[in-house]
């Protein structure tokens, strides 16, 4: 299987623009965020077990998921999220994992998990972990501004997720998302050329 890069971050950290910085270098991207939505989606694999444990409410008419009632149902009730969680981690883990392994053109891969940190379960898929981070500041603003929320309900969301501290705890490399495109670019290209010697590496390890 090819280096992979396991990406990670708070939400409104800029996730997303850092894949696409590295997708636009070459990179494969497995993004854990799209794999649920397909999941979920019309026709998704996850829809008839979803459908059985939570009732066929939770369906919109072409068959996907309702993310607006579940949403609402999943956060009144912790166990219920529980409950959501123990059918999809799962099967977006055993996808993530089986398109890494798919991947043979590129580099190396960029496995996009946002709750990596949370989850637990996705450093063994990983050979490294990149956290993009930011001040907390900073996120909450992207947050309010992207969304429209409240401060206190972004805070809220924030605090549902990893402290920045404990992510930091377990970054192999950090990219750090708060001094303009043009320094973040130029992060992403330093840390590139550093796994494609990594992957290189891996794939010759006795010229090492």
Do not use: W
């Amino acid at each position: 299987m090819s280096l992979v890069i396991g990406l990670t971050g708070g939400i409104g950290s800029g996730k997303s623009t850092v894949a696409d910085l590295f997708a636009s270098l070459g990179v494969a991207i497995v993004d854990t965020d799209v794999i649920a939505h397909e999941l979920t989606g019309v026709q998704g694999a996850a829809m008839p077990e979803i459908a059985a444990a939570f009732g066929p409410s939770m369906r919109l008419a072409d068959g996907g998921l309702d993310r607006s009632a579940m949403r609402r149902l999943v956060f009144s009730d912790p166990s219920l999220k529980s409950r959501l969680e123990a059918i999809l981690h799962p099967m977006i883990q055993r996808e993530s994992k089986a398109r890494c392994q798919a991947v043979s053109e590129a580099p190396y891969v960029l496995l996009v998990v946002p709750l990596l940190v949370e989850s637990g379960t996705y450093r063994q898929l990983a050979d490294r972990i990149l956290v993009v981070d930011c001040d907390e500041a900073v996120q909450r603003s992207r947050l309010m501004a992207r969304s429209g929320l409240s401060l206190d309900e972004a805070q809220a969301i924030m605090n549902t997720q990893a402290t920045r501290t404990e992510r930091l705890a377990v970054a192999d490399d950090v990219v750090f998302n708060g001094a303009g495109r043009d320094n973040l670019q130029a992060q992403v290209v330093a840390l590139h050329r550093r796994y494609l010697a990594l992957a290189a590496e891996a794939k010759n390890p006795l010229n090492t």
